[in-house]
């Protein structure tokens, strides 16, 4: 690993770090460091959690609050220090429980975590809100020994609210900016704040969430390995929805490693998600990481999922990388899907969202300003100045249903995206051609969110501007082994990760490379 310091950099004290310890480790360690890199440290006593976190609360100062202001990071954890010292002396007591084990990590701002921050899903409407108690996806990082960080920002209401809200905006948070390109290039959203803040190394890792692209997109635009989750396998409950037949929660890091470790830790079975009580697999993160898994894969290409839809830069970046795939010894077959000629609608989330909205805010506390849809754009109404930056026509939209789920059209429809993103799109390419997974440009197409299907996003390549772009291998339910598999082989086989230039001014900067 290379690491470029700028000359005028060099002597400064960035970071404002007075610890010269934690202060070189900062400098020369920490960039682009990875949860296997941290438990070796913190196993040799060299650092410890606590260290971790006062680093990163040190680069959350310069690089998202200072710097280049990346606005990734909306609230911090008061218990992180404390929760951090107290795995630091269970180490020593017992030795650590998994990989995650004093790994600072970030959670949406859509989930539920029972402390001193709050969950409001970039609404101003639930600036107060604190939840009861945790999500189980937040509990189950507690259980893997994991130190929450913090609450990441987010596109409000998960980009739900508006067409035409830009990528990352929330009236509570303002705008996430992407590191590679502050200003200039989509931070993706909804899980801006997550793809932004672990892209520029301010936590090892990061849960997204995702109803149509939302863990993906931020993945490929901040160049980071996103896993879209089966839904059933990861707990949707205490999480701010918006559609209960597509929503997930998911993991987004720097490395196939570290977001497979994420994932590992947060799924299971929930009695409050009935979707997660159906069998699901069983597997192991050792089992996993397999560097020869391209070779002999059969992957299928859905050209037109994207032909005509890209710029010529990110159509010869894929084609790059499907020419490398081959170059691996896998075979490359191309697919065509009847579901590629579907027309799609967002009429299912309009229906589901105001009733699973309904559902969630139902039980807030009570001196909550809102307690309903029709409130939420009661208060967007009444503070319009500071809510409506964009409008709110998608939660009029969602308003106008019954919230009941028993009109026909959504039932049409939904019957349709089920059968046209599984029967005529992902499964049909797969049986059709006899391939184990399809691979798509960027961060997928919505075939496998509307399916319900899984979905892992792996860096690809750069444009001439330093735009990041991905590709994103999907398959069946519960096919995550096999496409994290052949992610971490192309990963492994490529290296094509780089870090972003993170400005302190307009003058100094660092750059980490990888």
Do not use: C
């Amino acid at each position: 690993m290379l690491r470029i310091y700028i000359s005028s950099f060099i002597g400064k004290e960035w970071l404002n770090v007075r610890n010269p310890r934690l202060k070189s480790l900062m400098e020369e360690w920490l960039p682009e460091a990875t949860i296997d890199e941290m438990q070796a440290k913190m196993n040799s006593g060299e650092m410890s959690s606590h260290d971790l976190v006062l680093m990163y609360m040190g680069r959350i100062a310069a690089f998202d609050k200072n710097g280049p202001a990346i606005n990734s990071v909306l609230e911090l954890n008061a218990d992180a220090l404390p929760i951090a010292a107290a795995m630091d002396a269970e180490r020593k007591e017992k030795g650590p429980r998994g990989p995650l084990h004093g790994i600072p990590v970030l959670v949406k701002d859509n989930i539920d975590t029972n402390d001193k921050m709050h969950t409001s899903a970039g609404s101003l409407a639930l600036k107060d809100s604190f939840a009861a108690k945790d999500a189980f996806v937040a509990a189950r990082l507690r259980e893997a020994g994991a130190v929450i960080l913090g609450k990441t920002n987010m596109t409000e209401w998960a980009n739900f609210m508006a067409n035409g809200m830009k990528s990352g905006y929330s009236s509570r948070g303002g705008q996430v900016l992407n590191p590679y390109g502050p200003g200039t290039f989509d931070v993706g959203g909804s899980s801006s704040g997550s793809g932004a803040s672990i892209a520029a190394n301010l936590a090892a890792a990061a849960v997204g969430t995702e109803t149509d692209g939302s863990i993906l997109n931020p993945a490929s635009q901040n160049s980071l390995v996103g896993i879209k989750p089966t839904v059933g396998l990861v707990s949707r409950s205490g999480i701010i929805p918006i559609a209960h037949t597509q929503d997930t929660a998911g993991p987004m890091a720097r490395t196939v490693k570290d977001a497979v470790y994420l994932l590992e830790a947060i799924i299971g079975q929930d009695p409050e998600d009935s979707v997660t009580m159906q069998p699901q697999p069983a597997f192991h993160h050792n089992d996993l990481f397999d560097g020869q898994a391209i070779k002999g894969a059969r992957v299928g290409v859905s050209r037109e999922e994207y032909i005509g839809k890209l710029t010529e830069e990110k159509e010869r970046i894929f084609q790059e990388a499907v020419d490398k795939l081959e170059e691996l010894g896998a075979e490359v077959v191309d697919v065509t899907m009847p579901a590629s000629k579907a027309t799609w609608s967002h009429k299912v989330l309009s229906y589901e969202f105001k009733a699973d909205l309904n559902a969630y805010l139902s039980n807030l506390a009570p001196h909550l300003p809102v307690r309903s849809l029709t409130e939420v754009i009661s208060f967007n109404n009444r503070n319009s100045e500071q809510t409506l930056k964009y409008g709110q026509d998608v939660l009029l939209e969602s308003e106008a249903t019954s919230g009941t789920l028993t009109e026909a059209e959504y039932l049409d429809e939904l019957e349709y995206n089920l059968y046209m993103s599984r029967e005529q799109g992902i499964d049909y390419g797969l049986k059709e051609y006899g391939v184990d997974v399809i691979l798509l440009p960027m961060d997928g197409s919505t075939i496998g969110s509307r399916a319900g299907y899984p979905s892992v996003t792996v860096p690809a390549g750069y444009t001439t501007e330093g735009e990041p772009v991905g590709i994103t291998f999907t398959g069946t339910a519960f096919s995550e082994p096999l496409l994290i598999k052949l992610a971490y082989s192309f990963e492994q086989a490529t290296k094509i990760r780089t870090a972003p230039e993170l400005r302190i001014n307009n003058t100094e900067k660092i750059h980490t490379t990888s």
